[in-house]
Nanobody
Framework: VQLQASGGGLVQPGGSLRLSCAAS????????MGWYRQAPGKQRDLVAS???????DYIDAVKGRFTISRDNAKNMVYLQMNNLKPEDTAVYYC?????????WGQGTQVTVQR
């Protein structure tokens, strides 16, 4: 199973991006999914997660700015990121929650700068 993240880019502070992640059907439907990020020189950390039923959880740093969602019919999980800050700059990945090493994809780069 590969989890392909996409939608990253370069954005100014205060801007928005929407990340997308595609997963296979049988895998997707039974798993809690998460978005993770890794900034240069730092470890990879969970940002947000969503259960198969749509219950969500966020780290404090992104609460009120990021929204995780999933479309079970399309086997997709999304991360809407608003009011982006320079400290949000990182490579963003999707994985199950808790993360499993075999499902890490290449991630998508998000850069927030003027």
């Amino acid at each position: 199973v590969q989890l392909q993240a996409s939608g990253g880019g370069l954005v100014q502070p205060g801007g928005s991006l929407r990340l997308s992640c595609a997963a296979s059907g049988s895998f997707f439907s039974i798993n809690r999914m998460g978005w993770y990020r890794q900034a240069p020189g730092k470890q990879r950390d969970l940002v947000a997660s969503v259960t198969s039923g749509g219950n969500t959880d966020y780290i404090d740093a992104v609460k009120g700015r990021f929204t995780i969602s999933r479309d079970n019919a399309k086997n997709m999980v999304y991360l809407q990121m608003n009011n982006l800050k320079p400290e949000d700059t990182a490579v963003y990945y999707c994985n199950i929650f808790p993360a499993h090493r075999v499902y890490w994809g290449q991630g998508t780069q998000v850069t927030v700068q003027r």
